[in-house]
């Protein structure tokens, strides 16, 4: 059984660029959370797909957006970039009620 | 929203040593996760533990949810052991989102 994946681990960027993140969720798991953790914090839920539809969203900016595909993996989009968006991107998917989540994403935006 | 508050915010010990984590909810809880955040930063699930008591290895856990806390229990601690222990709760919402507490920060020395 493979775990929750997500590509790349780490991404640099600057001011005012987009950024995609990927996610592979964990076979079987057809839910998939996306978490922001700032540095020295716990992870914050940006939001949440269940079957492709968003059915959940934390406090976060419409230019947080997403998508999940057929096969359930998932995209975490992000426009516009700011300072303040550099963290530990954190993907879980959800087996029974248990969330498992993926090795993150580290983004820095200078 | 829901409060989850971890104490202590850090704790070193010797190898071998034991110690005990707090979790304390603001309100009612449908899920409880414990966590254990490598210095990668991946999130290893240690506990699914919404009521009650478990035990894997050397941790166990119980949670009291008529009294909203629950309480990590690390026995002869080794230094694979340092990183930060997350506690996260979910609310019936409609949709799983963990609310994370504030974490432990663990260094277990040689």
């Known amino acids: 059984e493979t775990g929750v994946t997500q590509s790349p681990t780490h991404l640099i960027k600057t001011r005012g660029q987009q950024v995609t993140l990927r996610c592979s969720s964990q076979?079987?798991?057809?839910?998939v959370s996306w978490y922001q953790q700032a540095l020295g914090q716990g992870p914050q839920f940006i939001f949440q797909?269940?079957?492709?539809?968003?059915?959940g969203r934390g406090n976060f900016p419409p230019r947080f957006s997403g998508l999940q595909f057929p096969n359930y993996s998932s995209e975490l989009n992000v426009n516009a970039l700011e300072l303040d968006d550099s963290a530990l991107y954190l993907c879980?998917?959800?087996?029974?009620?248990?969330?498992?989540f993926g090795p993150g994403t580290r983004l820095t935006v200078l | 929203g829901i409060q989850v508050e971890q104490s202590p915010p850090d704790l070193i010990l010797q190898e071998g040593a034991n110690s005990t984590l707090r979790c304390n909810f603001s309100?009612?809880?449908?899920?409880l996760q414990w966590f254990h955040q490598n210095p990668w930063g991946q999130l290893i699930n240690l506990f699914y533990?919404?009521?009650g008591t478990k035990q894997n290895g050397r941790l166990s856990a119980t949670t009291v949810a008529t009294e909203r806390y629950s309480l990590l229990y690390i026995s002869s601690s080794q230094t694979t052991d340092s990183g930060v222990y997350f506690c996260?709760?979910?609310?019936?919402?409609?949709?799983?989102?963990?609310?994370f507490g504030t974490g432990t920060r663990l260094l277990v020395s040689p």
């Open positions: 879980a998917s959800t087996g029974l009620n248990e969330q498992f």
């Open positions: 076979s079987g798991h057809n839910t």
């Open positions: 797909y269940y079957r492709e539809e968003e059915n």
């Open positions: 309100d009612s809880v449908n899920n």
């Open positions: 533990i919404p009521s």
């Open positions: 996260a709760v979910e609310r019936d919402t409609g949709f799983q989102k963990l609310v």
